[in-house]
């Protein structure tokens, strides 16, 4: 016989906090917000 599984007993597993979490993208975009501008100074100036 299969389980019963209540709306409330799933819910319970997800994480409430995930979007917090920085992903790979979000390291990336915030490093390159850092280093183009730099880049393009170094462009101009040199």
């Not at 979000?26 to 390159?32: G, I």
């Amino acid at each position: 016989m299969a389980r019963t599984r209540t709306t409330k007993k799933l819910a319970q597993r997800i994480d409430l906090h995930y979007f917090k979490r920085p992903t790979p993208l979000k390291y990336a975009k915030f490093w390159l917000s850092f280093l183009t501008p730099l880049l393009a100074l170094l462009w101009i100036v040199g």
